[in-house]
């Protein structure tokens, strides 16, 4: 039995981003861009994407196998839940969860959860509550994306943004003075048509197209980014009874390496306190901070004791920003 007075922390995790990398270079050769506008304005230089017949559940799967190549074939036994964040499902149903169910043969409910990129903090804080709550004991918290299979590859607004990539960790009862320590969860659903892609529904303005590609107000999504860095931030760390220099490292949504310098410098924290993987992987929606989290991992940024603090936005609007304290399963490295 779960014992429901302990704390849930992050005990395993794991990620993959797909081996095919398109450079602002490659973008340049099919688009009216250049390397040089991609740098200056968000900060990345490559993304990595996934293959034509690779799609989110395959990405999951791919990073639940680096959560196992770290912490060894046992690491998924007793899951009792697996949640997907994600908002480039294989299907609208069946959920990509039960897919990863199905392919580590775990006796676990499975579903998927929207939230656009905070998907993976929100994936997070449902796993948190059924920790915490007797529910569950161990939960499998994904945040898989294969957002370029839905961007607009004529609209150069949008297309150089974006990658593809995964995230996994478990999540279960931990010791004092570790787990997650706070759990900032919002939304406003007034600017739902400032970033979307239509499904089935007519809640989006006339000429929202159904279904194929996503549709963004860029400058927009600026200003409210750098608005709920800010304030989403401050609470998490408040709320974690603490103040922004006790946090060992930041990890922010990697979107936008100027959203990202704006939301550290109203934190005080120098560049060394942050994690920047934008450059490498694009923003990959729900897969961004499980893999900047894994990238800060195996360059040796995180021991036992750090206070991290996650932050991410996006689509719907949504919002969402935690602080944890990293256990001593923090050496699990890439092998
Ligand atoms: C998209 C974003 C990089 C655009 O940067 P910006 O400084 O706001 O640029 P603007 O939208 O003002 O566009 C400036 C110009 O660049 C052009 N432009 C847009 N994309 C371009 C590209 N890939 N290459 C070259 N020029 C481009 C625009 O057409 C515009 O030209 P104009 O002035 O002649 O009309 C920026 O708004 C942003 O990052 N927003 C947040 C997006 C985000 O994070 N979304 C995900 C949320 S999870």
Redesign the pocket.
């Known amino acids: 039995m779960n014992d429901a007075r302990k704390r849930a922390g992050i005990t395993a995790l794991g990620a993959y981003a797909p081996p095919k990398i398109v450079t602002n270079a490659d973008l340049e050769a099919i688009m009216?861009?250049?390397d040089e506008?991609?740098t200056t304005?968000?900060g990345i230089r490559r993304r990595h994407v996934a293959a034509d017949d690779e799609f989110t559940s395959d990405l999951a799967f791919r990073s639940v196998e680096d959560l196992l190549r770290r912490h060894g074939d046992h690491a998924l036994n007793g899951v009792d839940m697996v949640i997907v964040a994600t908002n480039t499902p294989d299907a609208l149903f069946p959920a990509t969860a039960a897919l990863v169910q199905e392919r580590f043969k775990l006796r676990a409910g499975a579903f998927d959860l929207l939230a656009?990129?905070p998907g993976w903090i929100y994936a997070l804080g449902t796993a948190k509550a059924f920790v915490e709550s007797g529910q569950c004991n161990k939960v499998l918290a994904i945040g898989a994306e294969a957002l370029t299979k839905v961007v607009d590859w004529e609209d150069?607004?949008t297309a150089?943004?974006f990658g593809d990539g995964a995230g996994a960790a478990l999540v279960e009862g931990v010791p004092e003075p570790y787990g997650i320590k706070s759990m900032v969860l919002g939304a406003d659903g007034s600017g739902a048509h400032l970033?979307h892609m239509r499904a089935i529904g007519r809640c989006l303005p006339n000429g929202a197209e159904l279904g194929k590609h996503m549709t963004?107000n860029?400058?927009e999504?600026?200003k409210f980014?750098v608005r709920v860095m800010d304030t989403a931030t401050v609470q998490a760390v408040a709320e974690a009874g603490l103040v922004p220099d006790d946090i060992s490292l930041f990890v922010p949504?990697q979107?936008?390496l100027r959203?990202i310098d704006a939301a550290r410098e109203r934190l005080r924290l120098p560049p060394e306190r942050v994690v920047v993987t934008v450059d490498e992987y694009g923003?990959n929606?729900t897969a961004s901070i499980p893999l900047a989290l894994a990238h800060a991992l195996d360059g040796g940024r995180i021991a036992p004791g750090d206070n991290l603090l996650i932050v991410s936005?996006?689509?719907g609007l949504t919002w969402a920003a935690s602080v944890l304290t990293w256990g001593p399963w923090a050496e699990a490295r890439r092998a």
């Open positions: 009216d861009t250049s506008w991609i304005r968000t656009a990129c150069r607004s150089v943004l970033l963004m860029g400058r999504v600026f980014a949504h979107a936008n959203i923003n929606s936005f996006g689509g």
